[in-house]
């Protein structure tokens, strides 16, 4: 019977594939070892311990270079385990840190400071950054729209005209 455009032409053993579905060769990789965690995946452990507000710009902070796994760049699907040094770079500045607990769900600020211990010397280099940053002088933003009057005559007094 040659096949209709009315009627749908299926593979031969398409039937066999509905009653014997493939076997599954590959196992999902465990992720708790008697009744403890042993890995999250990196980005939900950063949005987690609050470096990040979503885990979407931890992923995208994974995939930029911006996050390192003991050393080496971290894709956001990496596994975290306790132990692991990270190197992480964000808008609060660099931090390096050792993982002391794993965790997927977010919590208060003071629950998300025991997830991670940062080094003695990350601090103190944070700390000098910021020291540094108080001490430039701040330059006030331009701006926007037109001068108002007062503005007007200090351009004037600038320019010698009054």
């Not at 196992?27 to 311990?49: C, F, S």
């Not at 540094?132 to 010698?160: N, T, V, W, Y």
Request: with cysteine; proline share 6%; aromatic share 6%.
């Amino acid at each position: 019977m040659a096949p209709t455009a009315a009627r749908p032409v299926f593979l031969s053993n398409f039937g066999d594939r509905l009653r014997n579905p493939p076997s599954r060769e590959f196992e999902i990789p465990l992720r708790y070892e008697n009744g403890e965690m042993t890995g999250v995946r990196i980005d939900k452990w950063l949005w987690a311990a609050r470096f990040f507000k979503t885990r979407s710009l931890a992923r995208r902070a994974c995939e930029l270079g911006r996050i390192e796994s003991n050393g080496q760049p971290a894709k956001p699907a990496r596994e975290v385990r306790v132990g692991d040094t990270l190197q992480v770079r964000n808008d609060s500045g660099d931090f390096q840190v050792e993982v002391l607990i794993l965790s997927e769900m977010r919590g208060p600020a003071a629950v998300a400071e025991t997830l991670y211990r940062e080094t003695q010397a990350s601090r103190e280099l944070r700390l000098k950054l910021a020291e540094e940053r108080k001490a430039m002088p701040h330059f006030e933003a331009l701006r926007e729209g037109k001068p108002s009057k007062r503005d007007r005559r200090q351009i004037g007094r600038l320019r010698g005209r009054l």
